[in-house]
């Protein structure tokens, strides 16, 4: 009897070390092992992401990317740290829970909706949705939008055809696969507006003097975050960390330097009485 208790214990003991094991592997050791991190990023949304002149993949996100390969890596910074794959809006959700990319960095922004399917670090950046026309378009509020003569560029996702028949119900809708192909719709003629996100649409705004922002926003301010997979606690802690310290804390002026180079002023520092 005492033996098959023994034997009873033994056992329990042992199933609770697995379980206890196997809650604890992360993507963060699998990442380590393999010595890169393989992140998901757009191609095709200025400044956050795009093909340059030269053919380079270049961007905001790609930079904020790299910054936090580097630290994972106790800051080795090279290029083979790091995999990027170019991946849709609609490819972010699935390719982080079929464990395609470790993690997405992508003009992401935080929705209600958004966070029963994936986990978000902290926010590395404020933003916001507009929406951009041509300068010379005699639309000053967004009412002024809601007819049915007027075309709207929407990208692949539910909250811009959310808003569309929200604020413009009227419009007829087109739907694009990139905020480039937004943009240039609109840019073109082939549409009349398009939501951007506000840090976009004023880089897009100040490369093409011919077109502009509208003054009323169809959101209030919203954050943009990482993303990854839900349920990994020691890989969203790592990453929650390292963005908490770009925004307000020791890597914050590596973080400043990159902020700066797309966006020509410093961010604000998350410790509002830091002076900069």
């Given at each position: 009897?005492?033996?098959?208790?023994?034997?009873?214990?033994?056992l329990?003991?042992?199933?609770?070390?697995?379980?206890?094991?196997?809650?604890?592997?992360?993507?963060?050791?699998?990442?380590?092992?393999?010595?890169?991190?393989?992140?998901?990023?757009?191609?095709?949304?200025?400044?956050?992401?795009?093909?340059?002149?030269?053919?380079?993949?270049?961007?905001?996100?790609?930079?904020?990317?790299?910054?936090?390969?580097?630290?994972?890596?106790?800051?080795?910074?090279?290029?083979?740290r790091?995999?990027?794959?170019?991946?849709?809006?609609?490819?972010?959700w699935?390719?982080?829970?079929?464990?395609?990319?470790?993690?997405?960095?992508?003009?992401?922004?935080i929705?209600?909706?958004?966070?029963?399917?994936?986990?978000?670090?902290?926010?590395?950046i404020?933003?916001?949705?507009?929406?951009?026309?041509?300068?010379?378009?005699?639309?000053?509020?967004?009412?002024?939008?809601?007819?049915?003569?007027l075309?709207?560029?929407?990208?692949?996702?539910?909250?811009?055809?959310?808003?569309?028949?929200?604020?413009?119900?009227?419009?007829?809708?087109?739907?694009?696969?990139?905020?480039?192909?937004?943009?240039?719709?609109?840019?073109?003629?082939?549409?009349?507006?398009?939501?951007?996100?506000?840090?976009?649409a004023?880089?897009?705004?100040?490369?093409?003097?011919?077109?502009?922002?509208?003054?009323?926003?169809?959101?209030?301010?919203?954050?943009?975050?990482?993303?990854?997979?839900?349920?990994?606690?020691?890989?969203?802690?790592?990453?929650?960390?390292?963005?908490?310290?770009?925004?307000?804390?020791?890597?914050?002026?590596?973080?400043?330097?990159?902020?700066?180079?797309?966006?020509?002023?410093?961010?604000?520092?998350?410790?509002?009485?830091?002076?900069?």
């Open positions: 009897m005492l033996k098959k208790l023994l034997g009873s214990i033994a329990a003991g042992f199933m609770a070390t697995g379980a206890v094991q196997a809650q604890e592997k992360s993507r963060l050791d699998e990442i380590l092992a393999r010595g890169k991190v393989i992140v998901g990023v757009t191609s095709e949304a200025p400044p956050f992401g795009f093909i340059d002149e030269k053919g380079e993949h270049v961007g905001f996100d790609i930079d904020i990317a790299k910054l936090l390969a580097k630290h994972l890596f106790n800051g080795d910074d090279s290029p083979k790091i995999e990027l794959v170019r991946q849709g809006f609609a490819a972010r699935p390719n982080v829970e079929n464990g395609t990319v470790d993690f997405g960095i992508q003009v992401t922004t929705l209600p909706d958004r966070v029963l399917r994936v986990a978000f670090t902290r926010p590395y404020d933003s916001g949705i507009v929406m951009v026309v041509r300068k010379n378009a005699p639309y000053k509020k967004l009412a002024d939008m809601n007819n049915d003569k075309t709207m560029a929407l990208l692949t996702n539910p909250q811009q055809a959310e808003r569309a028949k929200r604020f413009f119900p009227k419009a007829k809708t087109q739907i694009f696969d990139s905020v480039a192909a937004q943009f240039t719709a609109v840019k073109s003629n082939r549409a009349d507006g398009a939501q951007l996100d506000t840090p976009v004023r880089w897009y705004v100040k490369q093409n003097p011919d077109m502009r922002i509208i003054d009323e926003p169809l959101v209030p301010p919203t954050n943009n975050a990482v993303f990854m997979k839900m349920g990994d606690f020691k890989l969203w802690h790592a990453l929650d960390t390292l963005v908490g310290e770009m925004t307000g804390g020791s890597l914050h002026n590596e973080y400043a330097a990159i902020f700066e180079k797309w966006f020509g002023e410093k961010p604000l520092h998350a410790k509002y009485y830091v002076k900069q």
